[in-house]
């Protein structure tokens, strides 16, 4: 899913590139609901310790350096899925 995106989330790259915004922005065309959101949401954060290098303030960046808006949400260790828009 967003596996592209590891180098760029743990300061291995200095910004996305296009394998990653690809698949950000495929990830967000699918989050048509509210309910994708939050699966979409707690699958990320299932994943997220797998990757314990990943850096948030990256990760919170990544939408906007992909040309994706991503209204009302704000990427953070401390997202309440359930609370999603």
């Known amino acids: 899913m967003v596996v592209p995106c590891v180098p760029y989330l743990t300061d291995r790259a200095a910004v996305p590139f296009g394998p990653c915004c690809n698949e950000v922005v495929a990830l967000n065309r699918t989050a ?3 309910q994708d959101r939050v699966t979409i949401c707690r699958c ?3 994943a ?3 990757f314990p290098r990943a850096d948030f303030k990256r990760a ?3 939408p ?3 040309g994706v808006v991503l209204h009302n949400i704000t990427i953070s260790p401390n ?3 359930s609370s999603l828009p």
């Open 44 to 46: 990320l954060e299932g």
């Open 48 to 50: 997220a310790p797998r």
């Open 60 to 62: 919170a960046a990544l």
């Open 32 to 34: 048509s609901t509210r």
């Open 79 to 81: 997202l309440d899925c």
């Open 64 to 66: 906007r350096l992909c």
